[in-house]
């Protein structure tokens, strides 16, 4: 897990962008599966839009993990 965690802060925008294509690629796959047909243009427009929630999620856990890390790296200085 840590090695995990070491890759992600070295490759944070690689690491979001391989989110945000595996969102899109996962929300095209699961409205294709669906009983109701749609165009292959409004399962584009619906994954994107599902991406970027997911995106969007992602950039503020990692601000907030960026945050927290700052914080306790600054606190441990000072100790």
């Given at each position: 897990?840590?090695?995990?965690?070491?890759?992600v802060?070295?490759?944070?925008l690689?690491?979001?962008?391989t989110?945000?294509a595996?969102?899109v690629?996962?929300?095209?796959?699961y409205?294709?599966?669906?009983?109701a047909?749609f165009?292959p243009?409004?399962?584009?427009i619906?994954?994107r839009?599902?991406?970027?929630?997911?995106?969007l999620v992602v950039?503020?856990?990692?601000?907030?993990?960026?945050?927290?890390?700052?914080?306790?790296t600054?606190d441990?200085?000072q100790n």
């Amino acid at each position: 897990m840590e090695a995990l965690q070491s890759w992600v802060s070295e490759h944070k925008l690689t690491s979001i962008g391989t989110i945000w294509a595996t969102a899109v690629g996962a929300s095209m796959v699961y409205t294709g599966s669906k009983r109701a047909p749609f165009k292959p243009s409004l399962r584009l427009i619906h994954a994107r839009m599902h991406a970027q929630a997911l995106t969007l999620v992602v950039l503020s856990g990692a601000a907030l993990y960026h945050h927290y890390e700052k914080s306790t790296t600054d606190d441990n200085r000072q100790n």
